[in-house]
């Protein structure tokens, strides 16, 4: 069964404390891994995507990168404002079903 | 980049009855997809609508519960029909755009929907 499995749940970072999040995949075939934000209330809001192992991409503080089981997004040096729901979802190869996992809510303290 | 509206932004409707929420995007799009948020959830897919054609339907929904149209490039509706409380969501549309090689989806704000 495909699926997409989101690490941690919660994570609460000191501002300025970089961190990991994790997020895995057993879908057969990928076309395309993306990242978003989600603020509370709102739709995510589109980060980056991945489409093969050993691809990276920043943008800002954040830099994503994939493995072919696998992909981390890299926090560093977080600011408060980076608190936020953050989804990742797996594109199948016919690019019109998208498996997303449970995301991370990440909370920084100033 | 893709502007999406939805409406209404919010409801709350009555048990037994239907919601049909709108979604408007700023320029022509093949696909747009429906999904559904539950509370502390994260996104489900319902149906791919595509214009001129019926929309397919991922497994566990149906059209009769959630009928869609799709008369146009810009335009879609997704109706909740004979809503219980379990339907309690937000709804959420989609549209990916593709520039060169490179995939980017982006949702509208989501419909707030609660059944009493």
């Known amino acids: 069964e495909d699926q997409v499995t989101q690490s941690p749940e919660a994570l609460r970072l000191q501002e300025g404390e970089s961190s990991s999040l994790n997020c895995s995949y057993t879908?057969?075939?990928?076309?395309?891994l993306f990242w978003y934000r989600q603020d509370p209330g709102k739709g995510p809001e589109f980060l980056f995507t991945l489409y093969s192992a050993g691809e990276e991409k920043e943008k800002e503080r954040l830099k994503a990168t994939l493995t072919k089981k696998e992909s981390f997004l890299h926090i560093t040096a977080p600011k408060p404002e980076d608190s936020a729901t953050y989804l990742c979802?797996?594109?199948?190869?016919?690019?019109?079903?998208?498996?997303f996992g449970t995301g991370t809510s990440l909370t920084v303290i100033p | 980049s893709a502007v999406i509206s939805q409406k209404p932004s919010r409801d709350i409707c009555q048990r037994g009855t239907s919601l049909t929420i709108q979604c408007q995007v700023d320029s022509q799009v093949t696909m747009m997809f429906w999904y559904r948020q539950q509370p502390g959830q994260s996104l489900t897919l319902i149906a791919t609508a595509n214009q001129g054609s019926e929309a397919t339907y991922e497994s566990g929904f149906v059209i009769d519960k959630f009928p869609i149209s799709r008369p146009n490039l810009t335009f879609s509706t997704l109706t909740v029909s004979n809503m219980s409380p379990e339907d309690s969501s937000i709804y959420l549309c989609s549209v990916t755009r593709t520039s060169g090689t490179t995939d980017t989806q982006y949702f509208g704000p989501g419909t707030r929907l609660t059944v009493l």
């Open positions: 979802a797996v594109q199948t190869p016919t690019g019109n079903q998208f498996y």
């Open positions: 879908v057969s075939g990928l076309r395309g």
